[in-house]
T-cell receptor, first 116, second 111 residues
Framework: GAGVSQSPSNKVTEKGKDVELRCDPI?????LYWYRQSLGQGLEFLIY????????KSGLPSDRFSAERTGGSVSTLTIQRTQQEDSAVYLC??????????????FGSGTRLTVV | GNSVTQMEGPVTLSEEAFLTINCTYT??????LFWYVQYPGEGLQLLLK?????DKGSNKGFEATYRKETTSFHLEKGSVQVSDSAVYFC??????????FGTGTRLLVSP
């Protein structure tokens, strides 16, 4: 697509429920990233996918968080047994394999997750 | 390790004032440097970038110069507008895939 698309844009869930957040990157972008932005905070790296390589999961805060990327395109971030501290805006970004140093990332508009 | 330090906000200015948002970095090698802007309720947008020392990135009246000797990439604008109210993030890339972001600086511009 023309841009990075994320859905839903807003999600309210009850504590303890599982949620799935979706990201559709720019066509042709082989790298995909998930970040978390808590209220008033900076960007916290969560996970990075590059082509068919094993993902860099070094930023996932707990084993309740997981992500997959099917067919090298769409990615789903899953949070199990949500807790109130998971409330944040979840941002997805994509980039060309060799272009990060020159072009940076393209971000989606984010999913605002509220756990009540 | 690689890191980015930004001045804390909020930065509060009147319309047409001069803006500076400080950004300094620590990195191995020679990073590329970026400024991203996040308007309320939106994702981050690339504002400008510089890929080597002494390069000046510019866009929408904003400028930043890559200063290797002071490891800085300060964002400037000569005359801010209310519509510039946003959060500004400085970031670097050292050749690996991930960008390293600063904590962001909120700018509030009043009429």
């Amino acid at each position: 697509g023309a841009g990075v698309s994320q859905s839903p844009s807003n999600k309210v869930t009850e504590k303890g429920k599982d949620v799935e957040l979706r990201c559709d990157p720019i066509s042709g972008h082989t790298a995909l990233y998930w970040y978390r932005q808590s209220l008033g905070q900076g960007l916290e790296f969560l996970i990075y996918f590059q082509g068919n390589s094993a993902p860099d999961k070094s930023g996932l805060p707990s084993d309740r968080f997981s992500a997959e990327r099917t067919g090298g395109s769409v990615s789903t971030l899953t949070i199990q047994r949500t807790q109130q501290e998971d409330s944040a805006v979840y941002l997805c970004a994509s980039s060309l394999t060799t272009g990060v140093g020159s072009y940076g990332y393209t971000f989606g508009s984010g999913t605002r997750l509220t756990v009540v | 390790g690689n890191s980015v330090t930004q001045m804390e906000g909020p930065v509060t200015l009147s319309e047409e004032a001069f803006l500076t948002i400080n950004c300094t970095y620590t990195a191995t090698g020679y990073p590329s440097l970026f400024w991203y802007v996040q308007y309320p309720g939106e994702g981050l947008q690339l504002l400008l970038k510089a890929t080597k020392a002494d390069d000046k990135g510019s866009n929408k009246g904003f400028e930043a110069t890559y200063r290797k000797e002071t490891t800085s990439f300060h964002l400037e604008k000569g005359s801010v507008q209310v519509s510039d109210s946003a959060v500004y993030f400085c970031a670097l890339n050292t050749g690996f895939q991930k960008l390293v972001f600063g904590t962001g600086t909120r700018l509030l511009v009043s009429p």
